[in-house]
């Protein structure tokens, strides 16, 4: 029994080693798509205040066109939105610190925030090593999860990227040419992911019907968020995020604007009211197509500028 705890031992302090070895000897990949974060986040500390700040997820990233707010409204503009994988605490918490009074801030959480979890093992180990590990001490436990279950999953494309280097003469995911890819390169000066504009899309609907109930934990953390916002003089307008018609059918309940409503910060706009065709739509609900990108901030510039 001995001999074969000490083997069972060995086995896994090898498993561990080589995944360790294969994170963190080979050189991150510069142009993954969450490495954008640090350009992102860089873009908060750089950008000089009155500004605007779209914080969101993907919804936001591909659906802005940031110069249009910056001409019509005179006021600087962010778009911080990456990827709802990534869930919304990382982010804010990282922002907080970069937010300056006077700021305004429009924050469009995806749907799926209010029912669960939304950090993946698919993308937080991918963004620890794209931040070199930035805020790690101030992981939730779910976000440590994610990153912890991910890591065979990281390795694996660590060791792809390896391979594929005598071919690539490069680790870093090429730049696309002919098609679509998720990438850092992606992104203009502002922060929206501009690249999928040139390409045709491929959005299919899902039959998917939301029906769990919204999470307690989740309004109370961003009540408190919210809340500190507000005190550091920060100006907030909660949006819905941008989505096409069939994928807001099954993925938003009426739930949520009644627990907003309730920790005192209601959507801006009826949720109705951002909806677009699915014709409109990109590869997703969440991700617009030119068109969709141009109705959309039409609609938020319309909704600001009410709003002031």
């Given at each position: 029994m001995k001999r074969f705890l000490c083997r069972l031992s060995f086995l896994l302090l090898l498993f561990v080693g080589v995944h360790l070895l294969l994170v963190l000897a080979i050189p991150a990949d510069r142009n993954q798509y969450l490495n954008a974060f640090n350009r992102k986040l860089q873009l908060l500390a750089d950008t000089p205040s009155p500004r605007i700040v779209f914080i969101g997820g993907s919804n936001t990233a591909f659906g802005i066109d940031s110069r249009m707010v910056e001409d019509s409204l005179g006021l600087h503009v962010v778009n911080y939105g990456l990827h709802g994988g990534i869930g919304l605490h990382f982010p804010l918490t990282e922002a907080l610190p970069c937010l300056r009074a006077g700021d305004i801030v429009v924050l469009q959480a995806e749907y799926a925030n209010f029912f669960e979890e939304t950090c993946n093992a698919e993308t937080m180990p991918k963004l620890m090593v794209a931040t070199r590990w930035r805020g790690?001490?101030?992981?939730?436990?779910?976000?440590?999860?994610?990153?912890?279950?991910?890591?065979?999953?990281?390795?694996?494309?660590?060791?792809?990227?390896?391979?594929?280097?005598?071919?690539?003469?490069?680790?870093?995911?090429?730049?696309?040419?002919?098609?679509?890819?998720?990438?850092?390169?992606?992104?203009?000066?502002?922060?929206?992911?501009?690249?999928?504009?040139?390409?045709?899309?491929?959005?299919?609907?899902?039959?998917?019907?939301?029906?769990?109930?919204?999470?307690?934990?989740?309004?109370?953390?961003?009540?408190?968020?919210?809340?500190?916002?507000?005190?550091?003089?920060?100006?907030?307008?909660?949006?819905?995020?941008?989505?096409?018609?069939?994928?807001?059918?099954?993925?938003?309940?009426?739930?949520?604007?009644?627990?907003?409503?309730?920790?005192?910060y209601p959507y801006a706009a009826p949720p109705q009211s951002m909806t677009l065709p699915d014709s409109l739509a990109f590869d997703s609900g969440y991700h617009l197509n030119s068109q969709g990108v141009e109705k959309n901030t039409k609609k938020m510039i319309e909704i600001l500028t009410s709003d002031w």
């Open positions: 790690a001490t101030r992981l939730t436990a779910a976000e440590w999860k994610a990153v912890i279950t991910g890591m065979p999953m990281l390795a694996l494309s660590h060791l792809k990227r390896l391979l594929l280097y005598p071919f690539r003469k490069s680790l870093d995911t090429p730049v696309p040419k002919d098609h679509f890819d998720y990438t850092a390169c992606g992104f203009n000066a502002y922060g929206d992911e501009v690249s999928h504009l040139r390409f045709p899309g491929s959005y299919a609907p899902s039959s998917y019907k939301e029906t769990r109930p919204v999470r307690e934990e989740f309004i109370g953390w961003l009540r408190s968020v919210l809340h500190d916002m507000e005190q550091r003089g920060i100006k907030l307008v909660m949006l819905p995020p941008a989505c096409v018609d069939s994928y807001f059918k099954g993925h938003y309940r009426n739930a949520i604007a009644h627990a907003l409503q309730a920790i005192g």
